[in-house]
């Protein structure tokens, strides 16, 4: 009951979570911020990866009940090499990608990610937007802000929020008995 209720709160902010209290993106960026010859910002198939997080996502809801099955035992030490492997890949890709494991595979994101469309957290960008594209190549997640601003896969960092020159994208606000101003 407690995790359905941290779950529902979590998703009435979005992935506002994922940018500040995840400790795998927490620790994503850290490695990241290891000096490398050469960072990948985005590649060809980049936005065909961002969907993978979705079968994830499926894969998981089918493959749960699999935790209650009898002679689980013998499913250990392969559960125990698929953990090593895949946490060992998504820390070397760290090195060169930006949260490799928050855009391509993490389920509870796309969780997270439908709040960002009901959340009370939500980006607003105002007419004065020029559509320079600063918020954009500012967005490590790969996202253009003034066009999707409350997209699935936005983590909430705020920095399009800091490199709109013109502050054309904030944050919408409750104001007495409206919901958004």
């Given at each position: 009951m407690i995790f359905l209720i941290t779950l529902l709160v979590l998703a009435l902010f979005g992935r506002l979570a994922c940018s500040t209290i995840c400790p795998l993106g927490i620790l994503e960026e850290l490695i990241y911020k290891i000096p490398f010859p050469k960072k990948f910002r985005t590649f060809k198939i980049d936005k065909y990866?961002?969907?993978?997080?979705?079968?994830?996502?499926?894969?998981?809801?089918?493959?749960?009940?699999?935790?209650?099955?009898?002679h689980k035992e013998e499913l250990k030490a392969f559960f125990l090499v698929l953990k090593i492997i895949g946490f060992s890949?998504?820390?070397?890709?760290?090195?060169?990608?930006?949260?490799?494991?928050?855009?391509?595979?993490?389920?509870?994101?796309?969780?997270l990610g439908l709040g960002n469309k009901i959340s009370p957290y939500r980006f607003e960008v105002h007419d004065d937007c020029t559509k320079c594209g600063l918020c954009s190549r500012s967005c490590s997640m790969n996202i253009t802000p003034f066009t999707n601003p409350n997209s699935m896969d936005c983590i909430r960092c705020n920095k399009c929020i800091k490199k709109s020159p013109r502050k054309a994208i904030t944050i919408k606000k409750y104001k007495g008995d409206k919901l958004w101003v």
């Open positions: 990866l961002m969907k993978l997080k979705y079968l994830v996502f499926i894969l998981l809801v089918i493959l749960i009940p699999l935790v209650f099955i009898p890949s998504v820390f070397l890709l760290s090195i060169i990608i930006y949260r490799p494991f928050c855009k391509f595979l993490c389920p509870f994101g796309v969780v």
